[in-house]
């Protein structure tokens, strides 16, 4: 079945340090791919997607690739900010009826002043 | 735009009992989504309800169940509560057009002892 794999955590960085969050996938199909992220005590939020092969998502100074040749879809963002600090999540959604999301097991990330 | 709402926030139960969790949808969204997420973890999709029927299930018991109700919005019920049904249960709403866009609530924190 699909699947999605992260790199093991917690990450703590500098403020303005670049990021990257490394997030690969197996899935039968051609999956969308998103990355969701996960503030204390709030639900998800949406944080960039991509559709197809090579398509880049961005939103917030955050960017991502869809890399079908590697599977991959890694996050990166190239100065993080102390607000960044929260727990990231890559996901896929396979082409079935129910369009179910499948996570990976989520990345702390803590950014220090 | 109302997002999408979850109650209650938190709950504590004892083992063996039942409970029901609920979700209201975002405004104009027929679709529900319920996943559990264990603490450091990733969600796990349980079941999703379009147009008030189940249209997928994840692998979860049949003790896991739900209902849609005409307004969209949706229960989630668990009977003879396991201590390893401990977690965050998080509902989530798209519409039909865009079902690969979830748009999550805040989850409710279920405590089994």
């Known amino acids: 079945g699909d699947s999605v794999t992260q790199m093991e955590g917690p990450v703590t960085l500098s403020e303005e340090a670049f990021l990257t969050i490394n997030c690969t996938y197996t899935a039968t199909g051609y999956p969308s791919l998103f990355w969701y992220v996960q503030y204390p005590g709030e639900g998800l939020q949406l944080l960039l997607k991509a559709t197809k092969a090579d398509d880049k998502g961005s939103n917030k100074g955050f960017e991502a690739t869809y890399r079908k040749e590697t599977t991959s879809f890694h996050l990166e963002k190239g100065s993080v900010q102390v607000s960044d600090s929260a727990v990231y999540l890559c996901?896929?959604?396979?082409?079935?009826?129910?369009?179910?999301?499948?996570f990976g097991s989520g990345t702390q990330l803590t950014v220090l002043p | 735009e109302t997002g999408v709402t979850q109650s209650p926030t938190h709950l504590i139960k004892t083992r063996g009992q039942q409970v029901t969790l609920r979700c209201s949808s975002q405004?104009?969204?027929?679709?529900v989504s319920w996943y559990q997420q264990a603490l450091g973890q990733g969600p796990q999709f349980i079941f999703q309800y379009y147009r008030e029927e189940e249209n997928g299930r994840g692998n979860f018991p049949p003790r896991f169940s739900g209902l849609q109700f005409p307004n969209y919005s949706s229960e989630l019920n668990v009977n003879a509560l396991e201590l390893d049904d401990s977690a965050l249960y998080l509902c989530a709403s798209s519409s039909g057009q865009d079902q690969y866009e979830q748009y999550f609530g805040p989850g409710t924190r279920l405590t089994v002892t």
């Open positions: 405004s104009g969204h027929n679709t």
């Open positions: 996901a896929l959604s396979d082409w079935g009826s129910a369009r179910q999301l499948t």
